[in-house]
């Protein structure tokens, strides 16, 4: 029997460091991000017909 032991390199030791343990759990509200999927427009809702009648019917 040969008492050999390996010793770890430099990249082995990086990535056993690196990728030895999970990483940490992202709940599912930090991964959802909510916009408008327009700008909103703000003559949308300039229109009143009520102000139409009064200014070219009366």
Known sequence: MSDKREVPDAAETARRARFS???ERIHLEDTVEERA???PD?????YN???WLVRYCL
């Open 21 to 23: 343990k999970l990483p």
């Open 37 to 39: 999927a327009i700008a």
């Open 42 to 46: 703000p003559a949308k809702d300039t």
């Open 49 to 51: 017909p009520d102000e």
